[in-house]
Nanobody, 113 residues
Framework: QVQLVESGGGLVQAGGSLRLSCTAS????????MGWYRQAPGKQRELVAT???????TYATSVEGRFTISRDNTKNTVYLQMNSLNPDDTAVYYC???????WGQGTRVTVSS
């Protein structure tokens, strides 16, 4: 059974950076696509970034150039490096494993103005 655990969220000032991590209980990231999503209060959950098993990435327009998704298959971990954060980035961020339609528990990011 797959288990995804996110970490790295917290409170940061506008213009700052955070790195989120998502670690799987098993060896699944080497060949399967993963994604980061976020949900702000009162809004729909939205796609932030995706990465394939081969390392191909995509980004939402709102984060292009500021966020970077990456993976370390030896650690079964996917990362989201978030730079130049602004208050619109405030949300709970979720890791997603497409092959199993499985979500992590989420990690909260708050960006103060």
């Amino acid at each position: 059974q797959v288990q995804l655990v996110e970490s790295g969220g917290g409170l940061v000032q506008a213009g700052g950076s955070l790195r989120l991590s998502c670690t799987a209980s098993g060896s699944i990231f080497s060949t399967k696509a993963m994604g980061w999503y976020r949900q702000a209060p009162g809004k729909q959950r939205e796609l932030v970034a995706t990465i394939t098993g081969g390392g191909t990435t995509t980004y939402a327009t709102s984060v292009e150039g500021r966020f970077t998704i990456s993976r370390d298959n030896t650690k079964n971990t996917v990362y989201l490096q978030m730079n130049s954060l602004n208050p619109d980035d405030t949300a709970v961020y979720y890791c997603y494993y497409y092959a199993a339609a499985h979500w992590g528990q989420g990690t909260r990011v708050t960006v103060s103005s």
